[in-house]
């Protein structure tokens, strides 16, 4: 629902062109938030073919201030995205995707600058990092790490001004799954990065064959941490609303996310599972 809510509020808000680059980051910000500012316990949904799958309809949610800042969000970072693309490998078909969400991108902008400061600042670190060839973890993949608390914590908005403590927790839930996204995907693109030259942390840091025990460990950690933020934002939010069918729906996708689709991204990350 949440995956297909922000879809169809980047289409509603920055145009259809802007909906191809949907990413699950976006979604997940989405459940957090909605939990977190009490909107998954009267949202409204509807059911309707999209551009994708025009023959199944799928529930989708309708207009939330939580699911409208992920829309923006995603625009936001796919335009940074494409940009990096363009910049590192000099790939045509990213300037043209970058220059045909710019308009969309600055409307974004407009709405969240705090937000849009952060992912510009962040991606120019990032991408310094990786031109420099940084070859330790925990540095280059800080800069993620940070906008993405920073974008959880929703800084523009005062949905939580009254809350530090939920604040705190949205931005630790940020941090690690930011970290933990960043070095997944070094590890998944291990292969494919060897061959085309690309830069990769994993290549620089332990050569071709990297210290999966240690790997693993770093990533089960940020799952650790990412699950224990998760549970207390749960008790300090909807413990008096458990019985809301709604919520119970947005936090049971968050439960299967933490607790078993990162948890099984990492498993095969790290070759405890062979993928199918």
Known sequence: MHYCGVCRSIGRNFGQLSRFGLVNEAAVLSMILSTADGSAGHYSTVRKGCMAHPL?????LCASAAVDYAAAV???????????????DRNIASRAGAGAVHRAFRKASKLYPIASDSIYFSMRK??????????????????FASMMSDIFRWKDSDAF???????????????NAGKWIYLTDAVCDMDSDRKSGSYNVMLLRFGDVYDREYVRFILDTCLCECAEAWERLKEACIKDKADNINILNTVGAADNLFYIGMKDKTDRACGVKEDN
């Open 56 to 60: 199944h309809k799928n529930v989708s």
């Open 74 to 88: 995603n625009v936001m970072l796919v335009y940074f995205k494409l940009l990096d693309s363009w910049h590192d």
């Open 126 to 143: 990032l991408s310094a990092l990786e031109k420099d060839r940084c070859d330790s973890m925990d540095e280059v993949s800080e800069p």
């Open 161 to 175: 001004a009254s809350r530090p403590d939920v604040l705190d927790l949205l931005g630790k839930i940020g941090y």
